[in-house]
């Protein structure tokens, strides 16, 4: 049992008690502009008006039902990580053979591939959090989410991609090293645009929780402990050195497309490493079904680190149990100290484009509850 040591409390810094992973719903507005910008009907700048418009409207929203953190709802990508993978120097956009494959569907057949070594280069990101930053004003923090490193190396050995890295990377050490040196060249920029809360979003460990995929990468001949070392190892050489005043915090989730997911498993086989990545404030964890396992793996949290649960499903409309919800969280505080919870959905509303299946009322709806349980257990 975990002995608590001081009231429940609110907190001053992200992650907060009540929380948001990042993405929301693209309004109908944004679908059809981006529609009539690949059909060459639109200018890019006139489908910037557009995002423009919407993500104000969407700041102003996230404001309303109380959150203290706010983004621009990953209104101008298409998919949550491939879009910041494509903005990266030595990087290009290319169809492949297959999409990634969730249960019962299969996603576009897109990817991210080498064409020469990685480099850094400016990101259109990072003028992205620029418009974000100024319209969020000074009362809420403009947080920024990108996909981890890891999931950029997990994307470069995805399928036939292997061969064209390989191609220009012999070596693992130099692959990492040249990564890391293009993520914090970005990371960089968006401090010096004013970030001080940025989001790592990062499938690769729920991918390592599922043993169908464990034993799968080892017919390949790959290690699955060899491989979380190697994701951990290129998220801590990334974050090494940056501002102390900037908060990083990751997202670990198994998929989260139309509703849909792709894999299952708890945390057990990857805890130790996971939170043992150092600089690493937060991790927003998902665990509203039992595909994510128990709490246990919690105890191999660092005293100094937030977890957010994601209890509250952003794949459904349906509205969770405030009692259940509760009792998950105190749960959870059998293990970890209640002030190291917050709580928030296990994913984002729409993590590609097409988004999941339930309506932008009931999306609001989901982060209302969110607010009234998180006030109620840790009272301002």
């Known amino acids: 049992m975990c002995i608590h040591t001081e009231e429940p409390a609110q907190r001053k810094t992200t992650p907060f008690r009540h929380d948001v992973v990042g993405s929301f719903l693209r309004p109908q507005t944004i679908k059809d502009a981006r529609q009539k910008f690949q059909n060459g009907e639109i ?14 409207k969407l ?51 897109e990817t991210a591939r080498l064409n020469g070594k990685i480099v850094y280069a400016h990101h259109p990101f990072v003028d992205h959090f620029k418009f974000l930053k100024e319209i969020a004003g000074d009362d809420v923090i403009a947080r920024q989410a990108i996909p981890a490193p890891a999931q950029f190396l997990a994307e470069l050995y995805r399928g036939e991609n292997k061969e ?13 090293a040249d990564t890391a040196k293009a993520y914090k060249g970005v990371i960089l920029d ?25 034993e799968a990468r080892q017919q390949e001949g790959l290690h699955v402990e060899e491989t979380a070392k190697l994701f951990a190892r290129v998220n801590q ?62 105890k191999s949290l ?27 969280i105190k749960e959870a505080a059998e293990i970890v100290d209640l002030n190291q919870i917050c709580l928030s959905p296990q994913c984002g509303f729409a993590s590609t ?27 301002a």
């Open 164 to 176: 064209i890295t390989d191609k220009y990377y012999s070596s693992t050490d130099e692959l990492v």
């Open 43 to 56: 200018s890019e700048q006139e489908l910037k008006k557009v995002e423009d418009a919407e993500i104000i």
């Open 59 to 109: 700041v102003e929203k996230q404001k309303e039902v109380g959150l203290r953190a706010v983004t621009d709802g990953e209104f101008r990508r298409s998919w949550w990580h491939l879009d910041f993978f494509w903005g990266l120097g030595g990087v290009e956009k290319a169809d492949i053979e297959e999409g990634y494959k969730f249960q019962g569907v299969e996603t576009r057949a």
């Open 302 to 328: 660092r005293k100094d680190q937030q977890v957010v649960l994601g209890l509250i499903s952003s794949k459904t409309g349906e509205l969770e149990s405030k009692e259940e919800i509760i009792s998950r």
């Open 237 to 298: 050489e990334t974050v090494n050195g940056l501002p102390e005043d900037l908060v990083i915090t990751t997202h670990v989730c198994r998929g989260n497309y139309a509703s849909t997911w792709a894999s299952s498993g708890g945390y057990e086989p990857v805890a130790e490493t996971l939170f043992g990545i150092d600089h690493i404030d937060g991790y927003y964890l998902e665990f509203d079904t039992d595909r994510a396992g128990d709490f246990t793996p919690l």
């Open 190 to 214: 968006l401090y010096e645009a004013g970030c001080r809360s940025l989001q790592l979003d990062d499938c690769t460990w729920g991918m390592l929780c599922d043993r169908n995929y464990w």
């Open 353 to 379: 484009e097409e988004g999941n299946i339930l309506t932008e009322e009931q999306q609001w709806e989901k982060l209302k509850l969110i607010k009234e349980i998180a006030d109620e257990i840790w009272p």
